[in-house]
T-cell receptor
């Protein structure tokens, strides 16, 4: 069956360190993969998109990698701050018309 | 900035009631989506629409219907609410995939069915 896996356990890191979140998938061949941030009680907010022919994408302190052979994306936040604390969702393009399938998300907590 | 609004942040209904959840976007987006989000299950697609009066089933359409009479408005209808429909409901919109692939989400409606 098709599956998208994100680490369900919360990730706690110290301020200033690099946070690395993982998204693994099986039985998909997505044209692209997206990462969203979700704060408690709010809707997800788009962060980054990476296409199947791209290995890496950066935006300020964020970096995403996409390995279609391993079927894995890594999401890095460098120099993390307490304001980065949130749940991060990966989403795969799984059909036409922007149809996305989401992972369950990983909660990140950045501590002082 | 794209703005997606949902009619209520919190809603409490009784079993068997007909429930309407409204979503409005102000950016002339063709695509609109309804998801529900539950702990441990993530976001699951209920229905989506590519254009006015068009709709397609998502992964979990049972117990739901939708209406899109105007481009900016996409309604989710629970014909007869049940307790297992207690959830956070999220609406999203996007331009056609030929232009962009980003979805813009509303703030969500937390529905409780008693």
């Amino acid at each position: 069956s098709q599956k998208i896996e994100q680490n369900s356990e919360a990730l706690n890191i110290q301020e200033g360190k690099t946070a690395t979140l993982t998204c693994n998938y099986t039985n998909y061949s997505p044209a692209y993969l997206q990462w969203y941030r979700q704060d408690p009680g709010r809707g997800p907010v788009f962060l980054l998109l990476i296409r199947e022919n791209e290995k890496e994408k950066r935006k300020e302190r964020l970096k995403v990698t996409f390995d279609t052979t391993l079927k894995q994306s890594l999401f890095h936040i460098t120099a993390s701050q307490p304001a980065d604390s949130a749940t991060y969702l990966c989403a795969l393009a799984t059909g036409g018309g922007n149809k996305l399938t989401f992972g369950t998300g990983t909660q990140l907590k950045v501590e002082l | 900035d794209v703005k997606v609004t949902q009619s209520s942040r919190y809603l409490v209904k009784r079993t068997g009631e007909k429930v309407f959840l409204e979503c409005v976007q102000d950016m002339d987006h063709e695509n609109m989506f309804w998801y529900r989000q539950d702990p441990g299950l993530g976001l699951r697609l209920i229905y989506f629409s590519y254009d006015v009066k068009m709709k397609e089933k998502g992964d979990i359409p049972e117990g739901y219907s939708v209406s899109r009479e105007k481009k900016e408005r996409f309604s989710l209808i629970l014909e007869s609410a049940s307790t297992n429909q207690t959830s956070m409901y999220l609406c999203a919109s996007s331009l056609p995939s030929s232009l962009t692939d980003t979805q813009y989400f509303g703030p969500g409606t937390r529905l409780t069915v008693l």
